[in-house]
């Protein structure tokens, strides 16, 4: 299994953006498709998107379709989340999760690396 490590989160205003970061370690990375989750206060953990092995497949759940982006290097072994247009009910703990497949998808449980998450908040 890789070793999970987010960054990027942090306090914004509706309307900004912010990039988070997703760096592995520890295994390799390009057999690992990788996705973004997010949790909520009071909520459960919430798919927001993937991206498969190689980068080329990408898909997202409806509510930050078009307004998020993932992306990845695999020579950097980093996948990243590009966040625009960000709403107050965006605010959460984000997380990025690891399954060594070709494309995974939107159940946490079938995800079997972590990372600690990072918080986002976005003020009204």
């Known amino acids: 299994q890789v070793q999970l490590v987010e960054s990027g989160g942090g306090l914004v205003q509706t309307g900004d953006s912010l990039r988070l970061s997703c760096a592995a370690s520890?295994?390799?990375?390009?057999?690992?498709?990788m996705a973004w989750f997010r949790q909520a206060p009071g909520k459960e953990r919430e798919f927001v998107g993937t991206?498969?092995?190689?980068?080329?497949?990408?898909s997202y759940v409806d509510s930050v379709r078009g307004r998020f982006t993932i992306s990845r290097d695999n020579a950097k072994n980093t996948v990243f989340l590009q966040m625009n247009m960000l709403k107050p009910e965006d605010t959460a703990v984000y997380y990025c999760?690891?399954?060594?497949?070709?494309?995974?998808?939107?159940?946490?449980?079938?995800?079997?690396?972590w990372g600690q998450g990072t918080q986002v908040t976005v003020s009204s």
């Open positions: 999760a690891g399954k060594r497949t070709t494309v995974a998808g939107t159940i946490s449980q079938e995800y079997d690396s």
């Open positions: 520890g295994g390799t990375f390009s057999n690992y498709a």
């Open positions: 991206i498969s092995r190689s980068g080329r497949t990408t």
